[in-house]
């Protein structure tokens, strides 16, 4: 499976986000804490490398928590400031702290100055990472558009936190060329990659083997299954037979058990699942 996309309205998101960068003193880099990795766009490091920035792993309630402890311990080596967040459910209080923390310094040397300037933040990150509802938690209202499927925002919008700082939404914005299959599995899973261009059933034959590996108890639980040790497309047959997914002819449908599983995983149903660890990264050239 050769997953890739680009849409050509990206490559204009990001000469605006380049324009605007001028006014920017901090970056909240948005990343899935399922996938902390795979969903960290490679091109930001350039284009953000004179920034501050403050890398956000967010949806960290639908990560195993002991994983997304390991991952901050990880960004915390490298020297960036890193925190999970969950836009829908946390309070907002201890993200706009480390907000300001990051920002004091930008504020005091202006204070020093007698001056009193507003201070702007931009969020970043690729596409359903979960921007516009951060942004919405932190400014305490729906005034950004959300939707749980890329390519919702498309333009820049301002909203203020307070009396002093300024926040940027973003459009999520990918890199032209995914290198990484298993990487681009993750980035499809989290729904991230528009999924008209998807094959559902190989993304769910993707799925199947990353619970075998992984998380085999939780399947074999939750689809009743007789055992995990046979082929993926085996699995999805008796994931088919267990649901009553059965079309004429004593077909298992498989398109339905292909998007079934998909969803329930995308849903938290399976559970709190991570994608990757640190140590996965272990031998890949970070």
């Known amino acids: 499976m050769n997953i890739q996309w680009y849409p050509g309205h990206m490559a204009k998101s990001r000469r605006l986000m380049l324009e605007k960068l001028k006014i920017i003193d901090l970056i909240i880099e948005v990343v899935d804490a399922r996938a902390p990795f795979s969903t960290k766009n490679p091109d930001f490091d350039q284009l953000f490398r004179q920034k501050k920035r403050l890398l956000l792993l967010n949806k960290s309630d639908l990560a195993e928590p002991e994983i997304t402890r390991q991952w901050l311990e990880y960004y915390k080596k490298q020297g960036i400031p890193a925190m999970a967040f969950c836009a829908v459910k946390d309070n907002p209080k201890a993200l706009i702290g480390a907000i300001q923390n990051e920002l004091s310094p930008i504020i005091e040397k202006y204070r020093a100055r007698g001056m009193t300037k507003t201070v702007r933040c931009m969020a970043a990150g690729i596409p359903n990472v979960g921007k516009s509802a951060l942004l919405n938690r932190l400014a305490g209202g729906k005034k950004l558009k959300e939707g749980n499927k890329p390519g919702v925002t498309r333009g820049l919008q301002w909203v203020k936190l307070n009396a002093q700082i300024e926040l940027l939404d973003s459009p999520g914005l990918m890199w032209p060329k995914i290198e990484?299959?298993?990487?681009?599995?993750?980035?499809?899973?989290?729904?991230?990659i528009n999924e008209d261009i998807l094959n559902t059933e190989e993304l769910a034959l993707g799925l199947v083997d990353f619970f075998k590996t992984r998380y085999l108890d939780r399947l074999?639980?939750?689809?009743?299954?007789?055992?995990?040790?046979?082929?993926?497309?085996?699995?999805?047959?008796?994931?088919?037979?267990?649901?009553?997914?059965?079309?004429?002819?004593?077909?298992?449908?498989?398109?339905?058990?292909?998007?079934?599983?998909?969803?329930?995983?995308?849903?938290g149903k399976l559970g709190r699942i991570s994608l990757e660890t640190p140590a996965d990264l272990k031998g890949q050239n970070e």
Request: glycine residues 4%; contains cysteine.
């Open 180 to 192: 990484s299959q298993r990487q681009a599995l993750y980035i499809a899973l989290l729904k991230s």
């Open 220 to 267: 074999v639980q939750r689809y009743k299954l007789e055992g995990a040790d046979q082929p993926n497309d085996v699995i999805l047959n008796e994931i088919c037979k267990n649901r009553g997914f059965i079309l004429k002819g004593e077909e298992p449908d498989i398109a339905r058990a292909a998007n079934m599983i998909i969803d329930e995983f995308q849903a």
